[in-house]
């Protein structure tokens, strides 16, 4: 999964605008459309998994599958299955 691994290592903050917060979003456009919806499908289901989610790393993984959902619907405005993830 390559660039959806490397993701996972970015930490993602709401609201505060860094150089972390732009690799996120950077990685995320970058990924191919298979990419981005392993990715998203991955991230939606830990998070659907979470026993606590306000844990910090947590909030981070919900920050980034918002990312990878907001683009996703970008590339594919028209989709039927566009909320899949």
């Known amino acids: 999964m390559g660039v ?3 993701i996972g290592i970015l930490s993602y903050r709401a609201g505060q605008p860094s150089a972390e917060n732009e690799n996120a979003h950077a990685c995320i456009a970058r990924m191919s459309n298979p990419e981005l ?7 939606k289901f830990r998070c659907s998994e979470a026993e606590n989610s306000d844990d910090p790393p947590m909030k981070n993984l919900l920050m980034r599958l918002n990312l990878a959902r ?16």
Do not use: I, M
């Open 4 to 6: 959806a691994d490397s």
């Open 70 to 85: 907001v683009e996703w619907n970008r590339r594919h405005p028209k989709l039927p299955l566009r909320d899949s993830f």
């Open 37 to 43: 919806l392993r990715f998203g499908v991955n991230a």
